[in-house]
């Protein structure tokens, strides 16, 4: 049942067994886990079915540290959460991310991968996704049938495989809409945002949250389990902002909520050149059947190891010649004529170099400068495709690192509220310099390695301290209420319980101890389904045989 929450009476009270923070990717697959199971579950979503400008702009912050994204933009805050920003690459982490690295800090998880692997294959199936198949070797015979083959690389280097999200699954809130509205034991609250999460005097265990719409109507929300599950800002955000109780912030004995903000720093520098066309690496979308593929090159287990670096990749995107540019600049200023022109050469895609700073007159000559080249091309795809291949050998690198755990960056609280009254968060993200070597040397061992192979030359462009300053996050907000074992070392134990409160959750990238190298959404989907076990196992064990379950219900204070 969907309720947007402005439609009841001030002051309600909503009475549940399992109370959800946020109808993102973690949420609604918490949610879906609960569906007609004896529990009831009121899912709280700050925003509606569509952007917002009021609801989003509860997101605005500022950071301090290391250039980042505008933090109002980096995330969306509606129905299915920032599912209706991403691409939909996905991949489970590598068997190494959870594995204690003496050469990195705060490394190693409190689980390993085995504990998660059935997870992974239960999130796939929430994520649309067919196969759990993401080595190469299981995906290489397929492609060979569609011509697309691998160069023979060195055994240190790897192809990255990930699964791209059909449409059908892309956004959350679209996909699992109408499985929301018919679960007879779900409501899903819009325009619900948490401003307070209240507890029992000693801060042991959450009594109630205070619920605002975007106006500042309040509402309040009791339940037996309470989860957080908006995202590795917001999440810190609300437990250090919950601080009647404990002046620093709820599970923040040990001041590491928020600490830990971890991303996977991203820039584009440096070229390639491959001896052949690197179709396998450049093709977007590779479609193998039912499924749809994308690739990079990494490095191996052991050359990380032997290296002492940290999980990398680097993506490779065509550069194309510039009479092919000014062609598609062409176009794209001529938009919306159609013609064997338009039909010859291939829109525009992200990473490749526009000419935005020429003119059409500009963009003229060289078209015509090329008139023979340009009718080639033409020819070859109307009436001779073995010929036309759309591809070449000179691509941009886009370098992507894992970034090591930091305590000093981090996420907290500024002076100024929004306009619900809570603190907007300050963002001081930190590199370390394994972060930078990282990115540095293993872009040095892929050049070594293609130049010892013959496969293709690199040019570097890391030289100094300078060549860092385009480097970006990639949305990927991990860390800042990491899991470990030991309070002192974390937020949430390893069933992501926040250390001293008994029934407190979090859900999401936020537990991450490190980050990895994958997109973060498959695993934060896997842990999201796995705390939704442990929740059905603990509370069937607290029922006591014959009680029946409470039926959630809502009144007026």
Not at 89 to 113: A, N, T
Not at 276 to 286: H, M, Q, R, S, W
Not at 316 to 339: C, H, M, Q, Y
Not at 452 to 460: A, E, N, P, Y
């Amino acid at each position: 049942m969907l309720i947007d929450i402005r439609e009841l009476p001030e002051n309600t009270l909503i009475e549940s067994d399992i109370c959800i923070v946020g109808a993102g990717a973690a949420g609604i697959a918490l949610a879906q886990e609960f569906i007609d199971q004896p529990y009831q579950v009121c899912l709280l979503e700050s925003g509606g079915l569509d952007f917002e400008e009021a609801t989003q702009s509860l997101y605005q912050g500022e950071h301090i540290g290391v250039p980042f994204q505008p933090l109002g933009e980096s995330r969306a805050r509606y129905l299915g959460g920032s599912t209706n920003l991403w691409g939909g690459w996905s991949r489970p982490l590598d068997d190494i991310d959870f594995e204690y690295r003496p050469w990195m800090p705060y490394s190693g998880w409190p689980i390993p991968k085995a504990e998660l692997n059935p997870y992974y294959q239960r999130a796939q199936k929430v994520s649309g996704l067919r196969s759990d198949k993401y080595d190469f070797a299981e995906w290489e015979d397929a492609l060979k049938e569609l011509q697309i083959h691998r160069p023979p690389l060195p055994e240190q280097i790897e192809t990255y495989i990930w699964q791209i999200v059909p449409p059908t699954h892309l956004r959350f809130g679209q996909a699992y809409k109408a499985e929301l509205e018919q679960a007879s034991n779900i409501k899903t609250y819009l325009h619900a945002n948490v401003v307070e999460i209240e507890t029992n005097d000693p801060a042991k265990s959450v009594t109630r949250m205070q619920v605002a719409t975007p106006e500042g109507k309040k509402f309040w929300v009791s339940a037996k389990a309470f989860i957080l599950a908006v995202g590795g800002i917001e999440n810190p955000r609300l437990l250090l902002a919950s601080n009647q109780v404990q002046s620093n912030g709820l599970g923040n004995q040990h001041d590491l909520v928020g600490r830990f903000f971890m991303e996977h720093p991203y820039l584009q520098s440096g070229e390639i050149e491959f001896s052949e066309p690197p179709v396998l690496y450049t093709k977007e979308n590779i479609k193998v059947g039912e499924t749809f593929l994308g690739t990079a090159l990494g490095l191996s287990k052991q050359i990380q190891q032997q290296e002492q670096l940290l999980n990398f990749c680097t993506r490779l995107v065509t550069i194309l010649p510039d009479w092919v540019e000014a062609f598609n600049s062409l176009k794209f200023k001529l938009r919306g004529k159609k013609g064997i022109f338009h039909e010859a050469f291939p829109t525009i895609t992200e990473g490749q170099r526009y000419r935005g700073n020429t003119s059409a007159l500009e963009d003229l000559s060289k078209v015509i400068a090329n008139l023979d080249r340009i009718a080639v091309r033409a020819y070859a795809k109307l009436f001779d495709k073995s010929f036309y291949t759309g591809q070449s050998n000179l691509c941009k690198l886009h370098l992507i690192g894992e970034q090591a755990p930091n305590p000093d960056s981090r996420i907290t609280l500024s002076s100024e509220r929004d306009r619900l009254g809570v603190n907007r968060v300050q963002l001081d993200w930190r590199l370390s310099p394994i972060d930078k070597y990282t990115i540095q040397r293993s872009q040095e061992l892929i050049a070594e390695e293609f130049a010892r192979s013959g496969l293709g030359k690199v040019q570097i462009e890391l030289t100094n301290d300078e060549s860092w300053d385009s480097v970006v996050g990639s949305y990927h907000h991990m860390g800042t209420t990491r899991m470990s074992t030991n309070p002192s070392q974390g937020v949430v134990n390893q069933d992501c319980r926040v250390h001293g409160i008994s029934n407190l959750y979090v859900a999401g990238s936020s537990v991450f101890p490190t980050s990895g190298l994958s997109n973060p959404t498959l695993t934060l989907i896997a842990l999201a389904i796995r705390l939704a076990d442990h929740l059905k196992e603990t509370m069937a064990k607290e029922t006591t045989n014959g009680e029946k379950v409470p039926v959630s219900s809502s009144h007026h204070l």
